[in-house]
Nanobody, 117 residues
Framework: QVQLVESGGGLVQPGGSLRLSCAASRSIFRFSVVGWYRQAPGKQRELVAIMTTPASTNYADSVKGRFTISRDNAKDTVYLQMNSLKPEDTAVYSC???????????WGQGTQVTVSS
């Protein structure tokens, strides 16, 4: 069973930055797609950023130019660098990975990001 463990969430002021990490229990080369999603209170979960292999990325319009998804193959970790944070970025952020052979989807437990002054 694959495990994804997120970290790096917290409270930050508007305009600030955070970097989220998603550590996988197996090689991330096993995944065809890795990504970050978020869910704010009372709203549906939405895609934030995804990365396919070879490295190709896609972002939600609301975060383009502010967020960057990346990965460290040696550490089997996916990152989400979030800059110029806004109150509307407040949500629980979850990591997702899809197995390239079984197409099974795996999710982390989520990490809370709160943007507030």
């Amino acid at each position: 069973q694959v495990q994804l463990v997120e970290s790096g969430g917290g409270l930050v002021q508007p305009g600030g930055s955070l970097r989220l990490s998603c550590a996988a229990s197996r090689s991330i080369f096993r995944f065809s797609v890795v990504g970050w999603y978020r869910q704010a209170p009372g709203k549906q979960r939405e895609l934030v950023a995804i990365m396919t292999t070879p490295a190709s990325t896609n972002y939600a319009d609301s975060v383009k130019g502010r967020f960057t998804i990346s990965r460290d193959n040696a550490k089997d970790t996916v990152y989400l660098q979030m800059n110029s944070l806004k109150p509307e970025d407040t949500a629980v952020y979850s990591c997702n990975a899809r197995d390239r052979e079984s197409w099974a989807d795996y999710w982390g437990q989520g990490t809370q990001v709160t943007v507030s002054s």
